[in-house]
Nanobody, 115 residues
């Protein structure tokens, strides 16, 4: 059974940091590109950061220089380190695994940036 379980979300003040984790199971993690998406109320889901199976990364312009995506293949986990958080980063953050023919989604974790 395929599972993507996100954790690490919460309430943080502007300028603070959070580290999200996404633990995968039920598929060959190392063969998949992994991504973090987010969806804020009333807005469309947007790609935040992605990392290929080879470790190449890509970021949305709005988070470049503040967020870092990484993966640990033996632990089957992908991370999103978020620094210098802004209120506009408030959203549900969702983990995605993609191999073109297969794509899986987690349930998401809420991140709220507010004073």
């Amino acid at each position: 059974q395929v599972q993507l379980v996100e954790s690490g979300g919460g309430l943080v003040q502007p300028g603070g940091s959070l580290r999200l984790s996404c633990a995968a199971s039920g598929f060959t993690f190392s063969n998949y590109a992994m991504s973090w998406y987010r969806q804020a109320p009333g807005k469309e889901r947007e790609l935040v950061a992605a990392i290929t199976r080879y470790g190449l990364t890509n970021y949305a312009h709005s988070v470049k220089g503040r967020f870092t995506i990484s993966r640990d293949n033996p632990k089957k986990t992908v991370y999103l380190q978020m620094n210098s958080l802004k209120p506009e980063d408030t959203a549900v953050y969702v983990c995605n695994a993609d191999q073109r023919v297969n794509t899986y989604w987690g349930q998401g974790t809420q991140v709220t940036v507010s004073s």
